[in-house]
């Protein structure tokens, strides 16, 4: 019996692992992403389990997109949606791609075009009988059997989406036939409304950018993908001094002054152009800018398109889209991560621009620490990460008292600023950098060590833990080569470095959409105020079908907010074209009061006020962030003075430039010292804990809301 039952789990043993491995080779389909509603999976948990989580069947998907099971099995085919099948045979949708293709209309709808369609719930749904529907079929060239909705819809008084459709369906199975002529009074109203914007969407696609031009023949395309410090922006600057003319185009000012600083220093002359401010050099045929200055029909020779995942990303992706897609310089070179590959090579086939593809490996090996560190313990030529401001601050005090030298980057902190104090940790003057993850994004900053203080960020919604594309990029930093002979990937806690490390083995997801924005010819299309429009522009997402799997809309919510406080009064008198450039200058929450003191200044031909002015000496946390918020100011009114429009408004742009020089020499100077910037309850002064999102502390809202 012994004998039997050791044969048994010698067999039994090998097939668990087995299983094992196919659960393992699943999971490196899902990506990251939990299903919603689903608990996420402990670290420990079998992978069949953290499959579970991470994808849905076949019928899960389909209640999600909202379409029957066998339509999901079949449009999956049709489609190339991404899909897998499990070890036990069965079809599988990550979570990572099926939650955004859900949530998109379009998506759902080409999803829906495969839906299965019955004459009984037709006839219903048109209120006519047997006869009438065959007669229509025969017309319009239908074999009723086996039709799908694709075939039908916007046909006789059909609606142009399935959802609709399903809707009068469910109405009708409701009702039944009470009330029926009433509801098809209803229906004519909202059939009309539907072709309506059925036209307008026509419109809108006939008036889509045509990107397919007789110049591509004569352009290459360059993909450098790779992991950072991996030489990719090296090699194509080298590229662009060979070419003699173009554009570095970047996402941050302070990039491109990067740029501007190495091209000159290396003896080729380069123009410095951002929203706020325009260096011209003589002789310069180059120029290093911000992405969204870029001039199309002056591409030059050579166009370099750096930090690449910005296609995807909601605000800005725009930029990035218009200057791959537009750009007429015969060599181009677009620099990203992995995730970006698939989404260029899209596009680049799209607008039918030759590519070639030129992969970079890192220039320093890395790897993820077997302990994790202590503030007290962190070597030097260390990056502390942390992802609030006020995070960052307040390390920086602690790290400070422990008698380290410490410099900090973070979002809001002037380009100058943040320079000089990369610079200052760069050049061994401070063995720290405690930074947000404004480090992530091509900043020249080498370190022997990344250490994340925290997992989690508030991403503007909700607080989340990190996604591995986002670990990768951080902690990708780690390394300098030539410097040091390994980066190091690490936390300040043993739960956090497991989080990390296993974030960090998980292969990032792909990007899946690049973004477009609305120009004034599009917007000329719509009816309605400056935010009626731009708010239909987005609800429409009105691109041609060829591109709605890669292409989406840009977020329009801070437009939208800025165009609500103007009247049409003011849009009239403004044109539509100067109000769309001016809803779209760099504004905050904190900052809309100034800008809409600026826009009124602007109507009344008069100059627009000048930044308030910043507290002098800085003497703390709150002096700080209030020369913060001048500086903000600042931006906004010399980024109006860069446009022609309003240039006029704008008379004292050279005082307010070297105000804002001041403002920002004040706080580099001020970080410089043991500055106490600890946060205190502004009702009762206590002081507020570091992660704190709130002005006032629990103890006062509470007696406040009670």
Known sequence: MEKTIDHIAETVAPETERDDEAWLSALARCGDRIRDGFPPPKTDDPPEKQVLARSYTAKQAAKLVGVNAETMRRAAGELALDRFLDPRGKLRFPAHTLIPTAADPDLREMIAGYERLHSSELRAVLDIDQRSLERGFREAGIRPKGMIWRDLRGLWDLPETY?????????????????????????????????????????????????????????????????????????????????????????????????????????????????????????????????????????????????????????????????????????????????????????????????????????????????????????????????????????????????????????????????????????????????????????????????????????????????PSEVHQIGGRAGRYGMSKTGLIAATSKQDLGIIRELYEQTPSELNFARVAPTADDLSLIPGSLDQQLTQWAELKSIPEELRAVITTADMDERIALAKMLSDDDIQKLGLASALQLVNAPTRKTTRSYWLDCAYMILESYQIPLPPDAPAPIHDGGDLEATEFSIACADIYLWLSRRKEFAANCEAHGQVREERREWSLSIDEALLRNLNVARRCRTCGALLPSRHRFRICDKCFKSRRF
């Not at 941050?252 to 290396?266: H, K």
């Not at 200057?323 to 310089?329: D, H, N, P, Q």
């Not at 620099?335 to 590519?355: D, M, W």
């Open 163 to 467: 959802e609709e459709y399903n809707q009068l369906r469910s109405e009708n199975e409701r009702d039944g036939d009470r009330g029926r002529r009433k509801r098809r009074g209803g229906r004519s109203r909202a059939r009309r409304k539907r072709q309506a914007e059925t036209r307008l969407r026509n419109r809108l696609i006939d008036a889509f950018p045509k990107w397919r031009n007789d110049y591509r023949d004569q352009q290459k395309l360059f993909i450098h993908i790779g992991a950072p410090n991996s030489g990719k922006t090296h090699d194509a600057l080298e590229a662009l001094k060979v070419a003699g003319s173009g554009w570095y185009l970047a996402p941050l000012r302070l990039l491109a002054y990067e740029v501007f600083d190495r091209l000159n220093g290396d003896g080729v002359a380069c123009h410095l152009l951002t929203g706020e401010e325009y260096i011209p050099v003589e002789g310069a045929r180059i120029t290093a800018a911000t992405i969204e200055m870029f001039n199309a029909q002056n591409s030059g020779a050579c166009v370099i398109i750096d930090e690449a995942q910005m296609l995807a990303d909601a605000d800005r992706g725009w930029a990035w889209t218009r200057a791959l897609m537009e750009s007429a310089a015969p060599e181009m070179h677009i620099i990203g991560p992995p995730t970006a590959r698939n989404l260029i090579e899209v596009l680049a086939s799209a607008a039918e621009i030759p590519g070639q593809l030129v992969e970079h490996q890192r220039l320093a090996p890395i790897a993820l620490a077997e302990r994790h560190f202590t503030l007290e313990s962190l070597p030097p030529a260390t990056i502390l990460v942390a992802f609030t401001r006020q995070g960052v601050l307040d390390l920086k005090m602690k790290l400070e008292r422990l008698g380290r030298t410490v410099s900090v980057v973070y979002g809001s902190l002037p380009p100058e600023v943040r320079r000089r104090q990369a610079d200052r940790f760069a050049a061994g003057e401070t063995e720290i950098c405690v930074a947000t993850d404004a480090v992530g994004m091509g900043l020249n900053l080498p370190a022997d060590v990344v250490c994340f203080y925290e997992v989690e960020k508030y991403d503007g919604k909700n607080d989340r833990r990190l996604y």
